[in-house]
């Protein structure tokens, strides 16, 4: 039996959805029943998903779902050059938040909803040492009232997995 964290009610309460998700199917993969009881008990009291809104909890802009909003050629992995971790927050085992990023935000939410990926990389020409998939993501205070480039931070579901450097974007973000 894998010994799991102790979780109170209140603790994953304070989680955000796209976190609490991953936490219950992990705790389904690993057999642990009662985590996977409480976090479906916390998402139950949430309610079902408000349509239009988006991962970050604001609602999209003209009334439009976002769903509609994803097309094809959306971006599938972020690169950044971040050294030492610069910016990086851990959010719980196996989750961790980036440093804020300038890029559009609708780039991210079709990220976000297609399951892109991101990776963290010392330099262009490493591999990366942090990566995983982007659940959700959230805007710098100070940028909350600009219109297309903000500063974004990812909330990233880290995987052992790195990445080579991938996609064009300015000396230190690629877009794949």
Not at 84 to 111: C, K, L, Q
Not at 147 to 173: H, P, Q, T, Y
């Amino acid at each position: 039996m894998i010994k799991t964290p102790d979780w109170s009610i209140d603790r994953l309460r304070a989680m955000e959805t796209p976190q609490l998700k991953q936490l219950l199917a992990n705790a389904e993969k690993r057999g642990a029943s009662d985590l996977a009881a409480q976090c479906e008990e916390v998402l139950a009291e949430r309610g079902p998903a408000i349509r239009g809104a988006t991962s970050s909890g604001r609602t999209s802009s003209g009334g439009a779902t976002v769903a509609k909003r994803v097309t094809r050629n959306g971006v599938s992995a972020f690169h950044f050059v971040c050294e030492n971790d610069r910016g990086v927050s851990m959010d719980g085992e196996g989750f961790f938040w980036t440093g804020f990023w300038i890029v559009p935000e609708d780039e991210v939410i079709r990220a976000v909803k297609s399951g892109a990926r991101l990776a963290l990389h010392k330099s262009r020409t490493e591999p990366s040492y942090r990566q995983g998939k982007i659940l959700d993501y959230r805007i710098s205070p100070e940028d909350a009232g600009k219109k297309r480039n903000v500063g974004i931070e990812f909330l990233v579901a880290a995987d052992d997995a790195a990445l080579a450097w991938s996609g064009e974007g300015a000396d230190e973000k690629g877009y794949r």
